[in-house]
């Protein structure tokens, strides 16, 4: 049975200003390249751009790769801040200089990618053994003729976690069954429950949950269609799922329901350690931040519940650059570190869960449980909230850049701002950041 007793995010190899640096650098070990890699004496060198925990360095893949395949060598640098990852990926492409091999590409980038930048990219249509991925995860990064510009690692199903001891001190149950029942199939459930919190919780000055956005975002990413149609026009202002999201959120936000601590913005972290907060939500690949952040002194407190309703929220890729002169040995490591087997282990390791939906239905996957969130199964709680994912899933070209947007928004209302300026501030500000 896996365990995720030992779950630990290990230090990222680089600052975020450093993986950026290198992005711009670049470096060059086979000759004149505009990637890091390449080919001397039998040997080959493959670079990779990446950026916060994926679990590709972290989980020993890549010194397991080079040991079974000796003639190889890999050069990983993370960037720990995705925004900036990005905005340096963008410079790069548009100069055609200083890239890696494989770059890493979050889902809230996927669109803009396939739609302005498939020519930079290596196809993985057809690569043999890749049939294992959930279908609408591969969709993400196919462009309109069929490329598909790299191969899922992660995804982000979500679910709610929360602090088992300040439950008690409102007088709410606190195992995860009976939890994950009181607000069951309805977010506005979830927060009728933050109210009963606030009103008898006993013990000191503590919000219900950590932030107005991260219950937007919850709720939004269980449709559909979010900040854009299916023919790729905007619909952020007018689409009815965004509207009740945040209006809810802002209800949250107003009542005093939330600790106005944006997820991994500053604060957030000792808000963990600190019991700020009782609940958050939080996708699998959250977990082994949380319990980094949280510490060894919550071990056991915090715990794992479903959330109302399924969600995704997150995810990445790794794509291969088409100019790479290890092109073909590095869409190779690609298949490799996104196969079944390693997804499985990164998930054992650190608990992302798999994109591949064999990994999904492994044992190793299904009876996976939590240590520090008190044996929470986790397999089986993430696992269900995967299958409850939407099977189609609309992006456009600035999903990332919006959601942030939105998420400075509803701070303002937080810090007192009328929720209508607010949102009238949020969306002249989203018009500015799309063009």
Not at 162 to 178: C, I, S
Request: charged content about 25%.
């Amino acid at each position: 049975m896996g365990t995720l007793g030992s779950l630990r995010t290990k230090a990222v190899a680089t600052v975020a200003a450093v993986g950026a640096l290198a992005l711009v650098v670049g470096c060059s070990s086979g000759g004149d390249s505009a990637t890091g890699g390449g080919k001397k004496d039998g040997k080959v060198t493959i670079t990779m751009g990446l950026f916060g925990v994926m679990g590709i360095k972290e989980t020993g893949l890549l010194e397991q790769y080079e040991k079974e395949n000796p003639n190889v060598t890999i050069k990983a640098e993370i960037a720990g801040d995705e925004q900036t990852y990005y905005t340096a990926l963008q410079t790069r492409l548009a100069a055609g200089n200083g890239l890696k091999d494989i770059q890493g590409i979050e889902i809230g980038r996927a669109k803009e990618i396939t739609e302005t930048q498939s020519d930079k990219f290596a196809d993985f249509a057809g690569t043999a053994g890749t049939d294992h991925f959930l279908p609408w995860k591969q969709s993400q990064i196919s462009t309109a003729d069929g490329k598909v510009l790299g191969l899922g690692t992660d995804i982000g199903p979500m679910a709610v976690c929360y602090r088992k001891d300040l439950f008690e001190k409102a007088g709410l149950p606190t195992d995860r069954e009976e939890v994950g029942k009181l607000w069951a199939g309805d977010w506005s459930k979830y927060v009728e429950v933050g109210r009963t919190f606030k009103k008898d919780f006993k013990g000191g000055d503590v919000a219900f949950t950590d932030s107005a956005s991260g219950l937007f975002n919850a709720m939004i990413y269980g449709n559909s269609e979010q900040f854009y149609n299916e023919k790729g026009d905007l619909i952020h202002d007018k689409n009815p799922v965004v509207k009740k999201a945040w209006d809810l959120a802002s209800d949250a936000a107003e009542e005093g329901l939330t600790a106005k601590l944006r997820q991994f913005q500053p604060g957030w972290d000792p808000g963990l350690a600190n019991g700020t907060f009782a609940t958050a939500v939080c996708p699998a690949w959250m977990l082994s931040h949380i319990s980094e952040k949280a510490g060894p002194a919550n071990k056991g407190k915090w715990d794992v519940a479903r959330a109302p309703q399924g969600a995704n929220w997150g995810g990445s890729f790794l794509s291969v650059v088409e100019q790479s002169p290890v092109k073909k040995e590095a869409q190779k490591l690609v298949a490799w570190l996104t196969a079944p087997e390693q997804q499985a282990h990164i998930f054992k390791e650190i608990g992302n869960i798999p994109s591949s939906k064999t990994a999904l239905d492994s044992d190793d996957v299904k009876n996976a449980k939590s240590e520090y969130f008190d044996n929470a199964p986790i397999g089986q709680i993430f696992g269900a909230a995967a299958q409850e994912i939407p099977d189609k899933q609309v992006l456009g070209r600035k999903d990332g850049t919006i959601k942030d947007t939105f998420s400075q928004g509803l701070a303002l209302v937080e810090q007192g701002t009328a929720r209508d300026k607010a949102w009238d501030t949020t969306m002249t500000r989203v018009e500015k950041a799309v063009g």
